[in-house]
Protein backbone atom coordinates (compact mmCIF):
# COMPACT_ATOMS: atom_id res chain seq x y z
CA UNK A 1 0.00 0.00 0.00
CA UNK A 2 2.87 2.23 0.64
CA UNK A 3 4.50 1.79 -2.55
CA UNK A 4 0.56 2.77 -4.06
CA UNK A 5 0.58 5.41 -2.50
CA UNK A 6 3.67 6.73 -3.64
CA UNK A 7 3.38 5.55 -7.18
CA UNK A 8 -0.36 5.90 -8.40
CA UNK A 9 0.16 7.93 -11.65
CA UNK A 10 2.79 5.15 -12.63
CA UNK A 11 0.23 2.48 -11.83
CA UNK A 12 -2.70 3.84 -13.35
CA UNK A 13 -0.87 4.50 -16.88
CA UNK A 14 0.43 0.87 -16.64
CA UNK A 15 -3.25 -0.39 -16.30
CA UNK A 16 -3.86 1.64 -18.91
CA UNK A 17 -1.01 0.49 -21.25
CA UNK A 18 -2.19 -2.71 -20.54
CA UNK A 19 -5.52 -3.04 -21.37
CA UNK A 20 -5.70 -1.79 -24.89
CA UNK A 21 -8.78 -3.42 -25.47
CA UNK A 22 -10.82 -1.60 -23.08
CA UNK A 23 -9.51 1.42 -22.28
CA UNK A 24 -12.84 3.66 -22.31
CA UNK A 25 -13.94 1.78 -18.97
CA UNK A 26 -10.93 1.49 -17.86
CA UNK A 27 -9.74 5.67 -18.02
CA UNK A 28 -13.53 6.33 -16.64
CA UNK A 29 -11.79 5.53 -13.08
CA UNK A 30 -8.12 3.97 -13.54
CA UNK A 31 -7.81 4.29 -9.66
CA UNK A 32 -10.49 2.67 -8.56
CA UNK A 33 -9.34 -0.23 -11.30
CA UNK A 34 -6.63 -1.47 -9.87
CA UNK A 35 -8.21 -3.74 -8.32
CA UNK A 36 -10.88 -5.65 -8.87
CA UNK A 37 -14.95 -5.23 -7.86
CA UNK A 38 -15.83 -6.65 -4.10
CA UNK A 39 -14.09 -6.05 -0.31
CA UNK A 40 -10.97 -4.81 -2.25
CA UNK A 41 -12.75 -1.29 -3.27
CA UNK A 42 -12.59 -0.07 0.45
CA UNK A 43 -8.57 -0.20 1.24
CA UNK A 44 -9.12 2.03 -1.88
CA UNK A 45 -11.35 4.54 -1.00
CA UNK A 46 -8.95 4.63 2.43
CA UNK A 47 -5.88 5.19 0.66
CA UNK A 48 -7.76 7.95 -1.61
CA UNK A 49 -9.06 9.45 1.63
CA UNK A 50 -5.56 9.74 3.26
CA UNK A 51 -4.06 10.81 -0.02
CA UNK A 52 -6.75 13.68 -0.11
CA UNK A 53 -5.96 14.94 3.33
CA UNK A 54 -2.36 14.32 2.91
CA UNK A 55 -2.20 16.54 -0.18
CA UNK A 56 -4.61 19.29 1.37
CA UNK A 57 -2.68 19.67 4.44
CA UNK A 58 0.45 20.90 2.12
CA UNK A 59 -1.87 22.83 0.26
CA UNK A 60 -3.11 24.62 3.48
CA UNK A 61 0.21 24.80 4.37
CA UNK A 62 1.88 26.03 1.62
CA UNK A 63 -1.03 28.77 1.37
CA UNK A 64 -0.57 30.09 4.68
CA UNK A 65 3.56 30.33 4.35
CA UNK A 66 2.82 32.11 0.46
CA UNK A 67 0.12 34.30 2.10
CA UNK A 68 2.55 35.51 5.14
CA UNK A 69 5.63 36.47 2.65
CA UNK A 70 3.55 38.35 0.38
CA UNK A 71 2.16 40.21 3.01
CA UNK A 72 6.06 41.07 4.36
CA UNK A 73 7.28 41.86 1.07
CA UNK A 74 3.90 44.46 0.27
CA UNK A 75 2.80 42.66 -2.13
CA UNK A 76 -0.96 41.91 0.16
CA UNK A 77 -2.78 44.03 2.74
CA UNK A 78 -2.12 43.08 6.08
CA UNK A 79 -4.32 40.23 7.22
CA UNK A 80 -4.30 38.84 10.83
CA UNK A 81 -1.71 35.61 11.18
CA UNK A 82 -1.93 33.92 14.63
CA UNK A 83 1.18 31.83 15.52
CA UNK A 84 0.49 28.09 16.89
CA UNK A 85 3.60 27.58 18.38
CA UNK A 86 5.85 29.27 20.90
CA UNK A 87 8.59 27.54 19.67
CA UNK A 88 8.40 27.05 15.70
CA UNK A 89 8.18 30.37 14.16
CA UNK A 90 6.54 28.42 10.83
CA UNK A 91 3.50 27.32 12.53
CA UNK A 92 0.99 29.68 11.78
CA UNK A 93 -2.70 29.75 10.94
CA UNK A 94 -4.64 32.45 8.71
CA UNK A 95 -7.95 32.34 9.08
CA UNK A 96 -8.93 34.34 6.16
CA UNK A 97 -7.45 32.31 4.10
CA UNK A 98 -8.59 28.43 5.29
CA UNK A 99 -11.85 30.14 4.88
CA UNK A 100 -11.03 31.12 1.31
CA UNK A 101 -9.78 27.87 0.64
CA UNK A 102 -13.23 26.07 2.03
CA UNK A 103 -15.59 28.17 0.48
CA UNK A 104 -13.24 27.45 -3.43
CA UNK A 105 -13.22 23.96 -2.74
CA UNK A 106 -17.17 23.65 -2.20
CA UNK A 107 -17.56 26.17 -5.57
CA UNK A 108 -15.56 23.98 -7.29
CA UNK A 109 -17.65 20.89 -6.51
CA UNK A 110 -20.65 22.51 -7.21
CA UNK A 111 -19.75 24.15 -10.51
CA UNK A 112 -17.89 20.88 -11.79
CA UNK A 113 -19.97 18.29 -9.91
CA UNK A 114 -18.01 15.24 -11.74
CA UNK A 115 -14.05 15.38 -10.98
CA UNK A 116 -13.59 14.31 -14.82
CA UNK A 117 -14.23 17.68 -15.53
CA UNK A 118 -11.80 19.19 -13.31
CA UNK A 119 -8.89 17.78 -15.57
CA UNK A 120 -8.57 20.56 -17.78
CA UNK A 121 -8.35 23.30 -14.69
CA UNK A 122 -5.99 20.52 -12.99
CA UNK A 123 -4.28 20.26 -15.79
CA UNK A 124 -3.46 24.03 -16.51
CA UNK A 125 -3.11 25.16 -13.10
CA UNK A 126 -0.31 22.49 -12.20
CA UNK A 127 1.80 22.44 -15.76
CA UNK A 128 1.56 26.54 -15.44
CA UNK A 129 3.04 26.51 -11.85
CA UNK A 130 5.60 23.95 -13.04
CA UNK A 131 6.70 26.53 -16.00
CA UNK A 132 6.68 29.21 -12.87
CA UNK A 133 8.70 27.42 -10.78
CA UNK A 134 11.22 26.49 -13.52
CA UNK A 135 11.69 30.40 -14.74
CA UNK A 136 11.82 31.33 -10.75
CA UNK A 137 14.63 28.88 -10.90
CA UNK A 138 16.11 30.53 -13.70
CA UNK A 139 16.39 33.97 -12.06
CA UNK A 140 17.63 32.40 -8.75
CA UNK A 141 20.74 30.47 -10.31
CA UNK A 142 21.41 34.16 -12.21
CA UNK A 143 20.25 37.20 -9.44
CA UNK A 144 21.24 34.84 -6.31
CA UNK A 145 23.79 32.57 -6.97
CA UNK A 146 25.58 34.57 -9.88
CA UNK A 147 25.72 31.34 -12.30
CA UNK A 148 26.95 32.27 -16.23
CA UNK A 149 24.25 32.10 -18.59
CA UNK A 150 26.20 29.47 -20.07
CA UNK A 151 25.62 26.85 -16.90
CA UNK A 152 21.92 28.06 -16.60
CA UNK A 153 20.36 28.85 -19.45
CA UNK A 154 20.49 24.90 -21.06
CA UNK A 155 19.00 23.88 -17.80
CA UNK A 156 16.40 26.23 -17.59
CA UNK A 157 15.34 25.51 -21.88
CA UNK A 158 15.32 22.05 -21.01
CA UNK A 159 13.24 22.21 -17.42
CA UNK A 160 11.00 24.69 -20.25
CA UNK A 161 10.64 22.30 -22.85
CA UNK A 162 9.22 19.48 -21.11
CA UNK A 163 6.72 21.98 -18.99
CA UNK A 164 5.24 24.45 -22.11
CA UNK A 165 4.90 20.65 -24.11
CA UNK A 166 2.28 19.57 -21.42
CA UNK A 167 1.16 22.86 -21.42
CA UNK A 168 0.44 23.66 -24.66
CA UNK A 169 -1.62 20.21 -24.69
CA UNK A 170 -3.38 20.88 -21.72
CA UNK A 171 -4.54 24.51 -23.67
CA UNK A 172 -6.89 22.88 -25.34
CA UNK A 173 -8.70 22.10 -22.11
CA UNK A 174 -9.10 26.21 -21.44
CA UNK A 175 -12.89 26.32 -22.19
CA UNK A 176 -13.57 23.10 -20.22
CA UNK A 177 -12.80 24.38 -17.11
CA UNK A 178 -9.32 25.31 -17.58
CA UNK A 179 -9.94 29.03 -17.72
CA UNK A 180 -10.84 28.80 -13.78
CA UNK A 181 -7.43 29.02 -12.60
CA UNK A 182 -6.50 31.26 -14.90
CA UNK A 183 -9.32 33.74 -13.78
CA UNK A 184 -8.40 33.26 -9.87
CA UNK A 185 -4.46 34.00 -10.87
CA UNK A 186 -5.51 37.22 -12.41
CA UNK A 187 -7.34 38.34 -9.91
CA UNK A 188 -4.95 37.61 -7.25
CA UNK A 189 -2.28 39.27 -9.26
CA UNK A 190 -4.52 42.25 -9.96
CA UNK A 191 -4.74 42.86 -6.16
CA UNK A 192 -0.97 42.27 -6.04
CA UNK A 193 -0.03 44.68 -8.79
CA UNK A 194 -2.79 47.66 -7.25
CA UNK A 195 -1.53 46.91 -3.73
CA UNK A 196 1.93 47.31 -4.55
CA UNK A 197 1.39 50.07 -6.61
CA UNK A 198 -0.62 51.77 -4.09
CA UNK A 199 1.88 51.46 -1.36
CA UNK A 200 4.58 52.77 -3.34
CA UNK A 201 2.81 55.94 -4.38
CA UNK A 202 1.73 56.36 -0.90
CA UNK A 203 5.23 56.03 0.29
CA UNK A 204 6.40 58.45 -2.65
CA UNK A 205 3.54 60.84 -1.08
CA UNK A 206 4.64 60.77 2.27
CA UNK A 207 8.42 61.59 1.37
CA UNK A 208 6.96 64.77 -0.80
CA UNK A 209 5.36 65.91 2.05
CA UNK A 210 7.60 65.54 4.75
CA UNK A 211 10.66 67.60 5.36
CA UNK A 212 14.43 67.55 6.38
CA UNK A 213 14.78 66.46 9.83
CA UNK A 214 17.36 69.16 10.73
CA UNK A 215 15.02 72.07 9.43
CA UNK A 216 12.31 70.66 12.58
CA UNK A 217 14.86 70.17 14.92
CA UNK A 218 16.18 73.64 14.37
CA UNK A 219 12.66 75.12 15.27
CA UNK A 220 12.29 72.60 17.80
CA UNK A 221 15.27 74.14 19.69
CA UNK A 222 13.48 77.89 19.85
CA UNK A 223 10.42 76.14 20.96
CA UNK A 224 8.47 76.54 17.72
CA UNK A 225 7.15 74.76 14.40
CA UNK A 226 6.74 76.65 11.39
CA UNK A 227 3.52 74.98 9.47
CA UNK A 228 2.79 75.46 5.50
CA UNK A 229 -0.88 77.09 5.30
CA UNK A 230 -2.77 74.85 3.17
CA UNK A 231 -3.43 76.03 -0.34
CA UNK A 232 -0.16 78.63 -0.36
CA UNK A 233 3.52 78.88 0.14
CA UNK A 234 3.34 80.89 3.49
CA UNK A 235 4.29 79.55 6.50
CA UNK A 236 2.90 80.26 10.48
CA UNK A 237 4.95 80.29 13.37
CA UNK A 238 3.58 77.58 15.97
CA UNK A 239 4.93 77.03 19.67
CA UNK A 240 5.43 73.87 20.32
CA UNK A 241 5.32 72.93 24.29
CA UNK A 242 7.00 69.79 25.06
CA UNK A 243 5.38 67.59 27.76
CA UNK A 244 6.79 65.11 29.73
CA UNK A 245 6.72 61.43 28.10
CA UNK A 246 7.95 59.59 25.66
CA UNK A 247 6.33 58.97 21.97
CA UNK A 248 6.95 56.44 19.23
CA UNK A 249 5.97 57.87 15.28
CA UNK A 250 6.07 54.93 13.06
CA UNK A 251 7.16 55.98 9.85
CA UNK A 252 8.21 54.11 6.68
CA UNK A 253 10.68 56.61 5.49
CA UNK A 254 13.86 56.33 7.47
CA UNK A 255 14.88 59.85 6.00
CA UNK A 256 13.20 63.48 6.56
CA UNK A 257 10.23 64.56 9.17
CA UNK A 258 7.37 62.13 8.89
CA UNK A 259 4.41 64.07 7.68
CA UNK A 260 1.91 62.33 11.06
CA UNK A 261 4.64 64.30 13.29
CA UNK A 262 4.05 67.36 11.56
CA UNK A 263 0.43 66.65 11.42
CA UNK A 264 0.48 65.80 15.02
CA UNK A 265 2.43 69.41 15.93
CA UNK A 266 -0.04 71.42 13.59
CA UNK A 267 -2.75 70.59 15.57
CA UNK A 268 -1.81 69.79 18.85
CA UNK A 269 1.23 72.25 19.39
CA UNK A 270 2.70 69.76 21.90
CA UNK A 271 5.49 67.19 22.10
CA UNK A 272 6.59 64.66 24.24
CA UNK A 273 10.13 65.08 25.32
CA UNK A 274 11.24 61.71 24.17
CA UNK A 275 10.13 61.46 20.53
CA UNK A 276 11.28 57.69 18.75
CA UNK A 277 11.08 57.76 14.64
CA UNK A 278 10.27 53.81 14.17
CA UNK A 279 10.86 52.68 10.89
CA UNK A 280 10.44 48.66 10.10
CA UNK A 281 12.12 47.75 6.97
CA UNK A 282 11.80 44.05 6.16
CA UNK A 283 14.47 42.65 4.44
CA UNK A 284 14.21 40.42 1.34
CA UNK A 285 15.48 37.07 3.38
CA UNK A 286 13.86 34.76 4.87
CA UNK A 287 15.19 35.90 8.48
CA UNK A 288 17.42 38.74 9.67
CA UNK A 289 20.20 36.91 11.51
CA UNK A 290 22.85 40.22 12.06
CA UNK A 291 22.00 42.85 14.11
CA UNK A 292 17.93 43.59 13.96
CA UNK A 293 17.15 47.03 15.57
CA UNK A 294 19.78 49.57 14.96
CA UNK A 295 19.81 53.19 16.89
CA UNK A 296 20.72 56.52 15.94
CA UNK A 297 20.49 59.46 18.64
CA UNK A 298 19.33 62.77 17.26
CA UNK A 299 18.97 66.34 18.86
CA UNK A 300 16.74 67.45 20.67
CA UNK A 301 15.27 64.49 22.51
CA UNK A 302 14.95 62.88 18.90
CA UNK A 303 16.37 59.41 18.00
CA UNK A 304 16.00 57.20 15.05
CA UNK A 305 14.88 53.47 15.44
CA UNK A 306 15.19 51.06 12.49
CA UNK A 307 13.41 47.50 13.00
CA UNK A 308 14.70 44.79 10.68
CA UNK A 309 12.92 42.03 9.78
CA UNK A 310 12.62 38.71 7.40
CA UNK A 311 9.94 38.17 5.17
CA UNK A 312 9.22 34.73 7.49
CA UNK A 313 9.20 36.83 10.89
CA UNK A 314 6.36 38.82 12.02
CA UNK A 315 7.78 42.20 13.28
CA UNK A 316 7.16 43.26 17.00
CA UNK A 317 7.74 46.75 17.50
CA UNK A 318 7.60 46.74 21.51
CA UNK A 319 9.74 43.79 21.83
CA UNK A 320 12.20 45.66 19.62
CA UNK A 321 11.80 48.70 21.57
CA UNK A 322 13.04 46.47 24.76
CA UNK A 323 15.78 45.27 22.58
CA UNK A 324 17.00 49.15 22.01
CA UNK A 325 16.65 49.91 25.22
CA UNK A 326 20.40 49.76 25.90
CA UNK A 327 21.53 52.16 23.28
CA UNK A 328 18.94 54.80 24.63
CA UNK A 329 20.28 57.41 27.23
CA UNK A 330 17.14 57.79 28.95
CA UNK A 331 15.12 55.29 31.27
CA UNK A 332 12.04 53.96 28.73
CA UNK A 333 9.37 52.08 30.14
CA UNK A 334 8.32 50.32 26.88
CA UNK A 335 4.77 49.64 28.71
CA UNK A 336 4.37 53.49 29.62
CA UNK A 337 4.93 54.97 26.25
CA UNK A 338 2.36 56.86 23.57
CA UNK A 339 2.07 55.21 20.22
CA UNK A 340 1.04 57.53 17.09
CA UNK A 341 -0.44 55.90 13.50
CA UNK A 342 -1.52 57.45 10.59
CA UNK A 343 -4.74 56.53 9.40
CA UNK A 344 -4.85 58.03 5.51
CA UNK A 345 -8.73 58.53 3.72
CA UNK A 346 -7.78 57.54 0.22
CA UNK A 347 -10.12 60.64 -1.87
CA UNK A 348 -9.70 58.32 -4.94
CA UNK A 349 -10.44 60.91 -7.34
CA UNK A 350 -9.77 61.42 -11.32
CA UNK A 351 -6.86 63.85 -10.58
CA UNK A 352 -4.25 61.17 -8.92
CA UNK A 353 -1.55 58.82 -10.67
CA UNK A 354 -3.25 55.80 -9.73
CA UNK A 355 -6.73 56.45 -11.20
CA UNK A 356 -9.82 56.40 -9.79
CA UNK A 357 -10.78 52.77 -10.15
CA UNK A 358 -7.65 51.54 -9.01
CA UNK A 359 -7.49 54.13 -6.33
CA UNK A 360 -11.31 52.55 -5.05
CA UNK A 361 -9.88 48.74 -5.16
CA UNK A 362 -7.21 50.08 -2.90
CA UNK A 363 -8.89 52.07 -0.77
CA UNK A 364 -10.76 49.27 -0.26
CA UNK A 365 -8.19 46.67 0.72
CA UNK A 366 -6.89 49.16 3.17
CA UNK A 367 -10.29 49.88 4.47
CA UNK A 368 -9.96 45.70 5.28
CA UNK A 369 -6.52 45.04 5.92
CA UNK A 370 -5.58 44.20 9.66
CA UNK A 371 -4.99 47.24 12.09
CA UNK A 372 -1.43 48.54 11.73
CA UNK A 373 -1.76 48.19 15.96
CA UNK A 374 -2.05 44.95 15.70
CA UNK A 375 0.13 43.48 12.91
CA UNK A 376 3.09 45.22 14.53
CA UNK A 377 2.28 44.02 17.78
CA UNK A 378 1.38 47.23 19.52
CA UNK A 379 -1.42 47.21 22.38
CA UNK A 380 -3.87 49.12 21.38
CA UNK A 381 -4.65 50.92 24.86
CA UNK A 382 -1.51 52.97 23.64
CA UNK A 383 -2.28 53.81 20.29
CA UNK A 384 -3.42 57.34 18.88
CA UNK A 385 -4.15 57.27 15.26
CA UNK A 386 -4.54 60.90 13.18
CA UNK A 387 -6.20 60.59 10.09
CA UNK A 388 -4.90 62.25 6.75
CA UNK A 389 -6.55 63.04 3.23
CA UNK A 390 -4.59 61.69 0.37
CA UNK A 391 -5.29 61.54 -3.33
CA UNK A 392 -3.20 59.08 -5.03
Not at 101 to 108: E, K, R, T, Y
Not at 116 to 126: E, P, R, T
Not at 379 to 389: K, L
Request: with cysteine; charged share 15%; aromatic share 10%.
Amino acid sequence: WADLAARPSVLQGALIITHQDDVAAVTKNPFYSLVPDGPFIYPMVALSTAATVIASQALISGAYSLTRQAVQLGFLPRIPIRHTSSQAEGQIYISFINFALAVGCLALVLAFRDSSKLAGAYGISVMGTMAITSTAFFIVCVKRWHWPLVKALPLYLLFLSVDLAFLSSNMLKLFDGGFVPLMIALAIFSIMVVWKRGRSLLAAYFIRASKPLDEFLNGLREGIFRAVVPGSSSERVIKLARVEGVAVFLTSNPAGTPPLLMHHSRHNKALHEKVLLVTVVNQSVPRVTGKRVETEKLEAGFYRIRINVGFMETPDVPQALRAAKPELDFECNVDDVTYYLGRETLLATEHGQMGKRSEQLFAFLTRNSQQASSFFGIPASRVVEIGMSVDL
